[in-house]
């Protein structure tokens, strides 16, 4: 009884941390073709427009989304066709959040996969790079996975608009 | 922003394969520019397969597995690989992966002189 309590206090005071109301938020959902790629990044860098980012910030953000909605369709769904839940925010301190969502097969060891050149699909060329990147042109990366799905959440804080820009 | 057509366009000049890419290279791009380039590796094998980058608006990973990819079928034959006047972003994604240990990149500033 007493730990259930704390538990849900707990979670409380954490939604409310979290609970930073966005400025604009769009979800999208996306069957797993890969043609679906393209769309998504390019969805992602219209709605990141919104705050004037630089032309680096957008093209990090592109690549970075790119590679997660690329990990659901190679990796989550494999073979089969599932749905992609894409969910984006715009804060007031300019951050974007994107959580990229999947219900596929998920990943057995994350800290293997976020390896640097760590693939388990080598036939098919790919480079192992994909958290790397991700890594590298975000803020912050989040995974979580289990065996019905993984959830990659990104941050990224955009540059202020005061400075100068080209 | 472009719209630039995703592909390959393939010139072939002694014993020289220029391969040059365009649009956004990703999984979903990536296998038709690598049969494509494939077929003409082997069929003409050149001393010296040139992948001509400046071109590329976008690319992520599955453009590196494409470069390591034909980068590994150049040696087999024989051939020099070499990237070509990659844009910014693209040379930021070559970075993080250490691509220029493994393979030369070119600049120059002379733009087309391939055609």
Same mark, same amino acid.
Request: aromatic letters at 4%; a positive charge.
């Given at each position: 009884?007493?730990?259930?309590?704390?538990?849900?206090?707990?979670?409380?005071?954490?939604? +409310?941390?979290?609970?930073? +109301?966005?400025?604009?938020?769009?979800?999208?959902?996306?069957?797993?073709?890969?043609?679906?790629?393209?769309?998504? /990044?390019?969805?992602?860098?219209?709605?990141?427009?919104?705050?004037?980012?630089?032309?680096?910030?957008?093209?990090?953000? +592109?690549?970075?989304?790119?590679?997660?909605?690329?990990?659901?369709?190679?990796?989550?769904?494999?073979?089969?066709?599932?749905?992609?839940?894409?969910?984006?925010?715009?804060?007031?301190?300019?951050?974007?959040?994107?959580?990229?969502?999947?219900?596929?097969?998920?990943?057995?060891?994350?800290?293997?996969?976020?390896?640097? &050149? %760590?693939?388990?699909? /080598?036939?098919?060329?790919?480079?192992?790079?994909? %958290?790397?990147?991700?890594?590298? %042109?975000?803020?912050? &990366?989040?995974?979580?996975?289990?065996?019905?799905?993984?959830?990659?959440?990104?941050?990224?804080?955009?540059?202020?608009?005061?400075?100068? /820009?080209? | 922003?472009?719209?630039? =057509?995703? *592909? $390959? $366009?393939?010139?072939?000049? @002694?014993?020289?394969?220029?391969?040059?890419?365009?649009? #956004? =290279?990703?999984?979903?791009?990536?296998?038709?520019?690598?049969? !494509?380039?494939?077929? #003409?590796?082997?069929?003409?094998?050149? !001393?010296?397969?040139?992948? #001509?980058?400046?071109?590329?608006?976008?690319? #992520?990973?599955?453009?590196?597995?494409?470069?390591?990819?034909?980068?590994?079928?150049?040696?087999?034959?024989?051939?020099?690989?070499?990237?070509?006047?990659? @844009?910014? @972003?693209?040379?930021? =994604?070559?970075?993080?992966? *250490? =691509?220029?240990?493994?393979?030369?990149?070119?600049?120059?500033?002379?733009? @087309?002189?391939?055609?």
């Amino acid at each position: 009884m007493i730990t259930g309590e704390k538990i849900s206090e707990v979670k409380a005071v954490s939604k +409310k941390r979290m609970r930073k +109301k966005p400025l604009n938020e769009v979800k999208m959902v996306l069957p797993s073709h890969s043609m679906n790629e393209s769309y998504a /990044r390019a969805a992602c860098a219209v709605f990141v427009s919104q705050i004037n980012p630089t032309i680096t910030e957008i093209s990090d953000i +592109k690549c970075a989304v790119s590679e997660a909605v690329t990990n659901c369709i190679v990796h989550g769904y494999r073979d089969s066709i599932g749905l992609i839940y894409i969910n984006m925010r715009l804060y007031e301190n300019r951050e974007f959040r994107v959580e990229i969502k999947d219900k596929g097969c998920g990943i057995q060891n994350i800290n293997e996969a976020m390896q640097p &050149l %760590f693939t388990t699909d /080598r036939e098919n060329e790919r480079s192992g790079m994909g %958290f790397t990147i991700m890594e590298n %042109f975000m803020d912050t &990366l989040k995974v979580t996975s289990s065996g019905c799905g993984t959830k990659i959440v990104m941050t990224k804080k955009l540059a202020p608009l005061s400075e100068m /820009r080209a | 922003m472009k719209t630039e =057509i995703s *592909g $390959v $366009v393939i010139h072939m000049k @002694n014993d020289e394969m220029l391969c040059v890419l365009g649009g #956004d =290279i990703d999984h979903h791009s990536a296998r038709t520019v690598r049969m !494509q380039i494939d077929e #003409d590796l082997y069929r003409r094998r050149p !001393q010296k397969l040139v992948l #001509d980058l400046s071109k590329v608006e976008f690319m #992520d990973s599955s453009g590196l597995g494409l470069i390591l990819g034909r980068f590994s079928k150049a040696s087999e034959i024989g051939a020099e690989c070499v990237l070509l006047n990659p @844009n910014e @972003n693209v040379t930021k =994604i070559l970075d993080v992966a *250490g =691509i220029k240990r493994l393979i030369r990149i070119e600049r120059s500033f002379e733009k @087309n002189d391939h055609r």
